[in-house]
């Protein structure tokens, strides 16, 4: 992964940028309309990222119809729709616990272009559109921008039926972004996306992130990989635990965090987040007791820490299962086991994005959910 020497290499405040549409969510159990949910990439990692005082901003784009506040203000598109996505799930699961998911596109608001990317330089930056909205030439913005850039794979190589919107994948080579990886820091997948590009080729310009489900997540970089551990958590809604995991990763790298640590991270907010419909709600008390646990991990490991704008670091340090059995701690100390909180149907007129409201709005309950090991 190259980086820019002329960028900033240290700052006091690490800030970032985060590009990527808000959607309106439609979720249907066996063909009726269970809940609605502010979406997008940016709403669930905005919501890991603010929830641990990650001073970050955000390029977004809606329509005249979005229905929710958000603690940063998108771009009003006016003459376009807001991204509107469609999540049909099957009752029947495996005896694994999987829920069939088909997503549908039912309509999308226009793309980011690069001169909605701020003329300013970032820490880093992350490209997370989930519709489509992420242009080439606004990658390359953004990594121009911006001191090391995280990408979810799902910007570069979603494309959507003409006829339904349902989504489909292209091949990594095939998607026009290809040539741009010697230039990104990390790039996110999941285990099914990971088919569509060749790991052990990418590996050797960035850093290959996959996500395992209920087996947790498997680094991949140039001279090594590494798997790290999942959460226990009940599946309700897988919906947004990858970009939960990716705002926890790069939350743990902005702190100091080595990679494996941050990876970690990233398991445990995916892990919250699927235990819940739409939109997470994460407790003042647990978001807390993260960030004390996170700065008594960096006191730990002093000697081996990695900043954001540093080479990453990927050696697993001392005491790594520690850290893992102190978040999992964490969960079973909340006032409001994730899987147990009470549920109501959303109320999509007074959504919102902020982390640390407990409120159940946007929250209802799905029967079945089965208590695994999972990770996104």
């Not at 669930?44 to 203000?73: E, H, N, Q």
């Not at 799902?154 to 026009?176: C, H, M, N, P, Y």
């Not at 498997?218 to 226990?232: A, N, R």
């Not at 959504?351 to 990770?375: C, D, F, Q, Y």
């Amino acid at each position: 992964m190259v980086r820019d020497s002329t960028k900033p290499s240290q700052s006091p405040a690490p800030r970032g940028l985060v590009a990527g549409n808000y959607c309106h969510d439609v979720l249907f159990r066996d063909g009726t309309a269970e809940a609605e949910s502010l979406g997008g990439a940016v709403s669930f990692i905005s919501a890991v990222l603010d929830g641990l005082s990650i001073a970050f901003d955000s390029v977004s784009k809606v329509g005249p119809d979005f229905k929710y506040s958000t603690a940063r203000c998108p771009i009003a598109a006016p003459n376009r729709k807001t991204t509107l996505f469609h999540a049909y799930f099957d009752s029947g699961s495996g005896e694994n616990g999987h829920v069939d998911r088909v997503l549908k596109r039912v309509s999308s608001c226009d793309p980011i272009a690069p001169s909605d990317i701020p003329e300013a330089k970032f820490n880093f930056g992350m490209a997370v559109g989930v519709g489509g909205e992420i242009l080439v030439e606004t990658l390359e913005k953004l990594i121009e921008m911006c001191n090391v850039v995280f990408v979810d794979i799902q910007a570069l190589i979603r494309i959507f039926d003409g006829v339904d919107g349902t989504v489909r994948l292209v091949e990594l080579k095939e998607s026009g972004f290809y040539h741009l990886l010697p230039r990104i820091g990390f790039i996110k997948a999941s285990s099914e996306e990971a088919a569509y590009m060749d790991v052990e080729e990418v590996r050797k310009w960035c850093c290959v992130v996959v996500t395992n489900g209920k087996d947790g997540c498997t680094l991949y970089w140039k001279d090594g990989e590494m798997k790290i551990e999942p959460f226990v958590a009940s599946q309700v809604d897988p919906t947004g635990a990858g970009d939960s995991f990716l705002g926890g990763l790069v939350a743990g790298l902005v702190q100091g965090l080595t990679v494996p640590d941050a990876a970690l991270l990233g398991n445990f907010f995916g892990s919250l987040t699927v235990g819940q419909v739409g939109l997470p709600k994460f407790e003042l008390r647990l978001l807390q007791d993260v960030k004390d646990e996170v700065e008594r991990r960096k006191m730990q490991c002093m000697h081996c820490l990695n900043g954001i704008n540093d080479e990453p670091k990927f050696l697993k340090p001392a005491r790594h299962d520690e850290f893992h059995a102190s978040l999992s701690a964490l969960k079973l100390q909340s006032k409001y086991p994730i899987h147990d909180r009470p549920r109501e149907q959303s109320s999509p007129d007074k959504g919102t994005e902020h982390p640390s409201s407990t409120s159940p709005t946007n929250l209802v309950e799905i029967n079945g959910a089965k208590k695994r090991a999972i990770s996104f």
